[in-house]
């Protein structure tokens, strides 16, 4: 199984850890790719809209397609990040930023709509969930059909702070969303993907998309029609 994990973090904390944990109890043959954030790109969006008519006129494109290539060629996505100021951490969102005509607003890739993901956060007391809920939120509208989520408070500030209840706690979770994550599935579709993705074709057939050229590229693959990116795969 191919994973390429995005660690919204440089460092080596608790939400490093709780994924790294994840990653270890998977027990199928995997070839892992990692990325830590912003050590791998240090960008932020500069909001030119140059993707919208060139994704390869991005000024960041060289730093971003690094990664975005080993995302396109990987069974399972994990992305980790603790939770600042209820969000996401700034590296992720620039992430999230840089990768926005993924979106199935604009350029949807179709290797997304077989891939499963994993979104985790850590926070000292209140607020996984609003760290989780961006990142997953960009997932589904990227097509990714399956994205589960961890979401911890673990009151420490690092790994080291981390009572050694909370991480048997932990190990024992993550232990559990192994095992499903080992069974290599393809995740079905929902409706809720396949409704949106009709929606943002009929807005391509009306001209309302952000430039001629998505609708080029809807067109091209067949979408303004029958063809459909979940039946191809
Ligand atoms: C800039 C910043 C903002 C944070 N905001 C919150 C917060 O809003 N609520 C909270 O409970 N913890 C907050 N924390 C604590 C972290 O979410 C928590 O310690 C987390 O487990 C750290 O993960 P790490 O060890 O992977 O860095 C914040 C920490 C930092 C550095």
Redesign the pocket.
């Known amino acids: 199984m191919k994973i390429t994990v995005i660690n919204g973090?440089n460092?080596k904390?608790?939400?490093?850890n709780i994924g790294k944990m994840l990653l270890d109890n998977i027990s199928c043959e995997k070839n892992v790719s990692e990325f830590f954030l912003p050590k791998d790109l240090n960008c932020f969006c500069a909001g030119c809209y140059t993707c919208i008519e060139d994704e390869t006129k991005c000024p960041y494109y060289k730093e971003k397609n690094v990664i975005l290539r080993e995302i396109e060629q990987s069974d399972l996505l994990v992305f980790t990040t603790?939770?600042?100021?209820?969000a996401p951490s700034a590296p992720m969102k620039a992430f999230m930023d840089l990768s926005f005509t993924y979106w199935l607003s604009h350029k949807p890739r179709e290797c997304m709509f077989n891939k499963r993901a994993v979104v985790i956060s850590?926070?000292?007391?209140?607020?996984a969930k609003q760290a989780i809920k961006p990142v997953a939120r960009a997932l589904f509208y990227w097509g990714v059909p399956w994205i589960k989520s961890y979401g911890i408070s673990?009151q420490?500030?690092?790994?080291n702070g981390v009572l050694q209840k909370k991480k048997a706690k932990i190990e024992k979770d993550m232990k559990s969303f192994a095992k499903t994550l080992s069974k290599s599935t393809t995740p079905s579709v929902s409706i809720k993907t396949k409704l949106m993705f009709i929606m943002m074709a009929n807005m391509q057939k009306s001209n309302l998309g952000s430039s001629p050229t998505e609708k080029k590229y809807w067109e091209e693959h067949g979408w303004l029609g029958k063809e459909r990116p979940w039946k191809r795969q």
């Open positions: 973090q460092h904390g608790s939400t490093y603790p939770n600042y100021c209820m850590s926070t000292a007391g209140m607020g673990v420490a500030m690092n790994w």
